[in-house]
C-alpha cells in the first residue's frame, strides 16, 4: 500500500469548490431572474418548481389551479428566456 496522495485529494478539493462556486452563481441569477418576473403567479410557480423543487402537481395543489396550466405557465416563461438568449 503507498501513502495518501494529498495532490490529487488537493486537486480534488479545488475542483469541487470552484463547482459549487459556479452553482451559486447560477442559483443566484436564476432567483434575480424569477424576482424579476412582473407576474406574481409565474415569479411563485417558477420558483417553486426551479427553487423549491416542487413538481407541477404540488404547485398545482399550492396555488390552486390545474396542473396543465402550471405547465402553461412554466413553457411560457422558459419560452421567453429562449427568445431573450437567441437575440
Do not use: W
Request: charged share 25%.
Amino acid at each position: 500500500v503507498v501513502g495518501y496522495d494529498y495532490a490529487k485529494q488537493t486537486r480534488m478539493q479545488t475542483m469541487y469548490e470552484n463547482r459549487i462556486k459556479r452553482i451559486t452563481e447560477h442559483m443566484m441569477a436564476v432567483e434575480e431572474y424569477i424576482d424579476g418576473l412582473p407576474n406574481s403567479i409565474s415569479r411563485r410557480v417558477m420558483s417553486m418548481f426551479y427553487l423549491q423543487g416542487m413538481t407541477q402537481k404540488s404547485i398545482s395543489c399550492t396555488i390552486h389551479k390545474s396542473q396543465a396550466k402550471v405547465s402553461r405557465i412554466l413553457s411560457a416563461e422558459l419560452s421567453k428566456i429562449r427568445k431573450g438568449s437567441s437575440e
